[in-house]
């Protein structure tokens, strides 16, 4: 099986922007996860997605949203963009059924 | 809220050698899952081992295995025959029993190198 993919892989953008990312799971997974990495903050959860539902949301703010398609592929967007949302971010997903959550390559976000 | 801590930011081993990196975690839940994730400088997060808290026994994957104190809430990895593959972030995470939380709590993360 292909593993998790996600586009772009380096993104660059401009304070006031806004940003679209995608991830498409593991054919076959319906739950897909966000996080946030950042040197100083570590890993951080943003929200969990399943079946076109939002299932779990961390604490960031609303300018951070998501969806997910009915073919499980999921966006995530930030809207104003600020110097602080430049981060890597990655994307998770599981098996129904399942605990373990296997990852994507990130996208490499920087705000300038 | 459950917490991951890893207090060692760097480790360094010898290749061949075996090291051992910590992590404790606290938590309410009697029942969660723990794992180890590798991220080398690709920054792909690789599984590299999990353990099912209501498990007794410790969970080993070839030359990796994990010491579960469950009562003392610890969770360290042990890395045997060490090699310069080795080498990356290791972050310890945590993961909800409940079956629709796919939340995970990382450790800030240990830097591990091998030297030749």
């Not at chain 1, 679209?20 to 996860?33: E, F």
């Not at chain 1, 009915?70 to 599981?94: I, K, P, Q």
């Not at chain 2, 792909?44 to 990796?64: C, D, G, H």
């Not at chain 2, 995470?93 to 993360?109: E, I, K, L, P």
Request: hydrophobic residues 30%; glycine residues 6%; positive net charge.
């Amino acid at each position: 099986k292909a593993g998790v993919t996600q586009t772009p892989r380096y993104l660059i953008k401009t304070r006031g922007q806004q940003v679209t990312l995608s991830c498409s799971p593991i054919s076959g997974h319906r739950s897909v996860s966000w996080y946030q990495q950042t040197p100083g903050q570590g890993l951080q959860f943003l929200f969990e997605y399943f079946s076109e539902t939002q299932r779990n949301k961390g604490n960031f703010p609303g300018r951070f949203s998501g969806r997910q398609f009915s073919n499980s592929r999921s966006e995530m967007n930030v809207s104003t963009l600020e110097l602080g949302d430049s981060a890597l971010y990655l994307c998770a997903s599981t098996a129904d059924g399942s605990y373990e959550q296997y990852f994507g390559p990130g996208t490499r976000l920087t705000v300038t | 809220a459950q917490t991951v801590t890893q207090s060692q930011p760097e480790m360094s081993v010898q290749e061949a050698e075996t090291v051992t990196l910590s992590c404790t975690y606290d938590t309410s839940e009697s029942d969660y899952y723990l794992f180890w994730y590798k991220q080398p400088p690709s920054r792909q997060m690789i599984l590299v081992i999990r353990q099912e808290a209501y498990k007794q026994q410790n969970a080993t994957e070839n030359r990796f295995s994990v010491n579960f104190q469950k009562a003392a809430k610890s969770f360290s990895l042990k890395i045997s025959d060490s090699q310069l593959g080795d080498a990356a972030m290791y972050f310890c995470a945590y993961r909800s029993w409940r079956y629709n939380n796919n939340d995970m709590r990382f450790g800030a993360g240990t830097r591990l190198t091998v030297k030749p």
